[in-house]
């Protein structure tokens, strides 16, 4: 075996038998099947696959291809190195578009460029703004996707970083709070304002926290549950701010 996290599975025929009384001809490939999905070379012998991924691989992309840092996968000619020389798959580095119109999804939209958990995002002004978040550590890092155009641009800097945070969008300003660190969790109140492309610090929470969600009832924000703690801890405090 080629590697530890990967399996060969079986060989492939090319040949097309639906007519028994004609010779047989080579059908035309199916990409998603046939070929392997990091070098696009047809698959005539065994392939690989990773256990949780569909996507069939040659044993010499196996063997020899750079690797995903998310997922593992050997990476094609379309993917992403970050800014610390991590290397992500098209498919660790993507955005996903909700239809509910026909309960579906479409990953093939541009990717963010900073990666990252514990983020926050609002919708303001057609765009979504994606705030903060950490990735080994806490980021400042503002994006905005427009689905318009499919882009991202980068925006002026969270002023606090911080991850497990949240955000909501009041009467056009997006308001953003708590989050954590190891020694502590934040009360910071930052508000960005699209139209300066400015961030303001407003009144604290009152508690601060992280792990909290929010949102926007008839002009006010509403910021529920969330750790008073670091790490796992958990509340029922629920507090609004007014303008």
């Avoid at 690989?48 to 996507?55: A, P």
């Avoid at 690797?67 to 050997?74: E, L």
């Avoid at 909700?98 to 514990?118: F, M, N």
Wanted: charged residues 20%; glycine residues 8%.
């Amino acid at each position: 075996m080629a590697d530890d996290h990967a399996i060969l599975v079986e060989n492939i025929t090319m040949l097309n038998l639906a007519d028994p009384m004609s010779t047989p001809a080579t059908r035309m490939p199916n990409p998603a099947r046939d070929c392997c999905a990091a070098c696009g070379a047809l698959l005539t012998g065994g392939y690989f696959f990773l256990r949780d991924r569909e996507e069939r691989y040659c044993p010499a992309c196996i063997a020899d291809r750079p690797r995903c840092d998310a997922c593992s996968a050997p990476l094609g000619a379309q993917h992403w190195r970050l800014h610390d020389g991590r290397l992500l798959c098209a498919r660790c580095h993507s955005t996903a578009v909700y239809d509910p119109a026909t309960d579906s999804w479409d990953a093939s939209k541009a990717p963010a460029t900073t990666l990252r958990e514990h983020v926050t995002a609002s919708a303001v002004d057609g765009r979504i703004l994606l705030i903060g978040g950490r990735w080994a550590a806490n980021v400042h890092t503002v994006e905005a996707y427009d689905p318009a155009t499919d882009t991202w641009a980068t925006l002026p800097d969270l002023p606090t970083a911080r991850g497990g945070l949240t955000s909501a969008t009041v009467d056009g300003l997006v308001h953003v709070t708590g989050g954590e660190e190891e020694r502590g969790t934040f009360p910071q109140h930052e508000v960005f304002d699209p139209t300066t492309a400015a961030w303001t610090r407003y009144p604290d929470l009152p508690s601060r926290r992280h792990g909290l969600a929010s949102g926007a009832i008839h002009g006010r924000w509403v910021v529920a549950g969330g750790g008073k703690a670091p790490d796992l801890s958990v509340s029922d405090i629920v507090e609004i701010w007014s303008p």
